[in-house]
C-alpha cells in the first residue's frame, strides 16, 4: 500500500518562512527612491531590520512601545466579542431577530474604517493620561472584532444536533437546559475559531486608532515618527515586530481551541 509523506507543519512554517525572507532580501536590492537629491532604498534588507532592532539596541525598547497597544488591543477584544456573543445569544432566545442583528453585524464590517476611526477621535479622544491606552483604539479593536464572532456563535448554535434537541426536551428540558447541554456545547468549536480569528483584527483596530488619535505612545505614533524621519529599517522593524505578536497571539488562541475542544482536533488529524 502505498503511503504518501506530509511536511509537518512546523517544516513548512520554516520553508515558508525562508522564502518569504528571501523574496523580501530581492525586493530591498530593487526597489529605489529619489527623495531631495538622495536615492534611498524604502524596502530595508532583512540585514538592516536586524541591526536596528538587535545591534542598535531598539528592541529593548519595545515593551514601552507595544505595551499601550496590546492593552487598548485586549480591551477593545473583550468588549468586542462580548458584545457579539450576547448579540449571538440574543438571537438564540429570539430567533426572529437573527435577520436584525446579522445586519448590524455586516453593516459594522462594511463600514469604513478609516472614516469611523476619524470620528471616534473627534467623539473619544486619545489616550487620558500618557501611557494609557487610546479610547479610540480601544473603539475600532472592539468594532472590527463584532462580524466575525457573531456570525461563528450565530452558526455554531445553528449547527445543534436536532435529535439531540429532541431528546432533551423529551426528558423535561427547557431552553436553558438545550442551551448548556447542546447548543453550547456544538458551538463551541465554531465560537472559539471566531475568537481565534478576532485577535489579529483586534490587533489591527488598535493599531488604526492609534495612527489616528492624538496620543503619544503606542505602535501608532511610533510609526508616525519614524516615518517622519524616513527611518525605513525603524517602521518595518515596528511593522515586523506588530506580525510576530499577532501571530504569536493567534497561536496561543488556537491552542486553546485544541484544549478545549480535543475531539475537533481528533476528527481533524
Excluded at 13 to 35: C, D, M, P, R
Excluded at 41 to 65: H, K, R
Excluded at 156 to 177: C, E, I, P, Q, Y
Excluded at 194 to 199: D, G, H, K, R
Aim: with cysteine.
Amino acid at each position: 500500500m502505498r503511503t504518501t509523506w506530509k511536511m509537518p507543519t512546523w517544516a513548512a512554517g520554516l520553508v515558508g518562512a525562508a522564502a518569504l525572507i528571501l523574496v523580501w532580501w530581492i525586493f530591498s536590492l530593487t526597489a529605489f527612491q529619489i527623495q531631495e537629491g538622495t536615492t534611498f532604498t524604502p524596502v530595508p534588507s532583512p540585514f538592516a531590520v536586524f541591526e536596528w532592532l538587535f545591534l542598535d539596541g531598539n528592541i529593548a525598547g519595545a515593551w514601552g512601545v507595544f505595551q499601550p497597544t496590546i492593552t487598548a488591543a485586549a480591551i477593545g477584544y473583550v468588549w468586542g466579542n462580548g458584545i457579539a456573543l450576547v448579540l449571538a445569544a440574543f438571537v438564540l432566545v429570539f430567533p426572529k431577530t437573527e435577520t436584525v442583528v446579522t445586519q448590524i453585524a455586516v453593516v459594522s464590517y462594511c463600514l469604513p474604517i478609516v472614516a469611523v476611526g476619524g470620528i471616534s477621535v473627534v467623539v473619544l479622544g486619545g489616550a487620558k493620561n500618557p501611557g494609557d491606552p487610546s479610547a479610540t483604539a480601544i473603539f475600532l479593536a472592539a468594532l472590527v472584532c463584532v462580524f466575525t464572532t457573531v456570525v461563528g456563535s450565530i452558526l455554531g448554535f445553528k449547527s445543534a444536533d436536532k435529535a439531540s434537541l429532541d431528546v432533551v426536551r423529551v426528558f423535561g428540558g427547557n431552553s436553558w437546559t438545550q442551551l448548556r447541554k447542546v447548543r453550547l456545547i456544538a458551538a463551541l468549536p465554531a465560537i472559539l475559531n471566531a475568537l481565534q480569528i478576532a485577535v489579529p483584527t483586534a490587533f489591527l483596530g488598535a493599531v488604526l486608532g492609534e495612527y489616528l488619535g492624538a496620543i503619544t505612545a503606542g505602535v501608532g505614533p511610533t510609526l508616525i515618527r519614524l516615518q517622519g524621519q524616513l527611518d525605513a529599517a525603524g517602521v518595518w522593524s515596528v511593522f515586523l515586530l506588530c506580525a510576530v505578536f499577532a501571530l504569536v497571539a493567534y497561536g496561543l488562541v488556537g491552542l486553546l481551541v485544541r484544549l478545549v475542544t480535543p475531539w475537533v482536533a481528533g476528527k481533524a488529524s
